[in-house]
């Protein structure tokens, strides 16, 4: 079998070569060049990362192709997530990163000539009615299957996932026992093309600032001002500026460039047990093809915690409806739809206003 390893310079895909060597594979190495590092207003670590990629290649003696997909990133996810923050929205370019870059793109140059590909996604793959499901992992606080709820069924079917039944504490023992030389390096965090650029500062750079008030949304009364609304998301925290706090960011008036908060004291103004999505995309097929409405588990961020909701369907809308209480929910963001006892994730749909 023909594999192709797609390796970052982190260890989660070091451990992946690993263990497909202990296996008896022989996988061509890959290293994805996305970050933007030949413009100034970057500071990619792509030099970095590329040497670890290297000394892992010459550990096993094996090949390592660098692809660059600069271009490719800038036009189909960099773009994307400008144009959605400009309008208001909180997008999430990995989702869009793994769709058309990791495993659009790069299929296409490279892939379609290996039989799998193998990553370092924490993920699994099942196979119910000779299908091929993406399946959640082992390790729920790692699981990243929210990202790839876009990932199309002739994706996964050619996707292999190594480290989708370890525990993140095995796989750092694993790299520190077979010495691999990024068996401490932490792991990344953050967006994957910005290096190490603050996101505020990438937005910054294409939007640049705007004064703008922010009120209390109970009682319109101002009690600060932001630099722009798009340096802002619903449910966000911190980086507010104010003071007697918590606050939170509950609505955006776009047009007037106001920012709404509240103490969240009231759920009325800080949560909700509803939304509706568009452009919902089956990642295998849709299971409930003749049901209305069924039981589901589902995210709309990313964090280890499934919650139990109902999916209703309304023609070619979405809406789901949860058991509990959802804080920021976010426009712009994937709600990631599972099965009920969270085993598979079904696919995803942006969230929509309204």
């Known amino acids: 079998m023909e594999i192709a390893a797609l390796l970052s310079g982190g260890v989660d895909s070091a451990v992946v070569v690993h263990l497909l060597c202990e296996a008896g594979y022989k996988p061509a190495l890959f290293y994805i060049k996305i970050g933007m590092d030949n413009v100034d ?17 010459h550990k096993y003696g094996l090949s390592l192709e660098v692809i660059d997909l600069q271009k490719e990133y800038w036009d ?16 999430n370019p990995d989702v869009m990163c793994n ?20 990553t370092g996604h924490y993920a699994t793959t099942l196979v119910r009615d000779n299908k091929v ?13 929210d990202f790839l709820a876009q990932i199309t069924y002739l994706q996964v079917k050619k996707l292999m996932f190594p480290l989708g039944k370890l525990m993140k504490n095995q796989v750092r023992r694993i790299a520190e026992e077979a010495q691999l030389p990024n068996a401490k390096r932490k792991d990344s965090q953050g967006i994957c093309f910005l290096g190490k650029i603050n996101y505020n500062d990438f937005v910054r750079r294409f939007l ?15 009690i600060g001002t932001h630099n722009g609304f798009w340096f802002h998301t619903i449910g966000q925290r911190k980086g507010l500026g104010l003071s007697g706090g918590p606050w939170f960011v509950v609505k955006k008036d776009i047009d007037q460039n106001i920012i709404y908060v509240s103490h ?21 097929e849709d299971p409930w093809v003749d049901k209305d409405e069924v039981d589901v588990t589902f995210k709309i ?12 369907r309304e023609g070619e809308k979405f809406h789901i409806v949860s058991e509990s209480l959802l804080q920021g929910i976010a426009p712009g963001q994937f709600g990631v739809i599972y099965d009920s006892k969270s085993d598979f994730c079904v696919g995803s749909g942006e969230i929509s206003v309204g």
């Open 133 to 145: 499901w993406l399946g959640t992992a082992v390790d729920p606080v790692k699981d990243q299957t």
């Open 301 to 312: 961020r990313h964090t280890p915690e499934f919650i139990h909701g109902k999916l209703i």
């Open 76 to 91: 189909m996810v960099a773009a994307y997530t400008i144009d959605k923050v400009k309008r208001g929205f909180t997008p």
């Open 41 to 57: 207003y970057m500071d990619c670590s792509a030099e970095e990362d590329i040497e670890i990629c290297q000394l892992i290649a």
């Open 99 to 118: 769709k058309y870059i990791k495993f659009g793109c790069f299929e296409e140059r490279v892939g379609k000539d290996f039989d799998i590909t193998a």
């Open 208 to 222: 640049g600032e705007k004064k703008g008030l922010i009120v209390e949304l109970e009682t319109g009364k101002k």
């Open 264 to 284: 969240g004291y009231g759920v009325e103004t800080q949560y909700g047990k509803e939304f509706t999505m568009r452009d919902f995309h089956f990642i295998t």
